[in-house]
């Protein structure tokens, strides 16, 4: 009897702490700036490429550094798009880095739902939303 009490405790604890850091982590994430990710080196409004792997940062770097001379360049990592039109939370950067870390949920939903965390082009986050 003694040891079911212990594991029922130990299950209520495991089960509230995790409640509590799952609540702390997403009120974290909303405290931070709100940006929007889009890029219009073609003209148009469009979305931006987003990694979430920092091997291939320079990847990343060197195919916005050609879309900005007005090339029309390739990409050899993951295709993955930030979430456009819809704000997206800026979470860690540094003054001489070229990627921004976002965290972007999806749906608009927040507590519980998915989110996609990953590295944009500074040059592709903007305080403004895209004009329709």
Known sequence: MKKVMIIAVVI?????????FNNYYHNDIQSKPKVYCYQTYFGPVNPVLMITDLAYADS????YKKMEKGEN???????KEASFGDPVYLVGYAEDSMLIEIISYRNGKINGSSFD???????????????E
């Open 12 to 20: 209520a604890v495991v089960l509230f702490g995790a409640i509590w």
């Open 60 to 63: 990343l770097i060197a195919y």
């Open 73 to 79: 360049p390739t990409f050899n990592f993951p295709l």
């Open 117 to 131: 965390q990953g590295y944009v082009y500074y040059k592709t986050v903007h305080s403004t939303p895209p004009e």
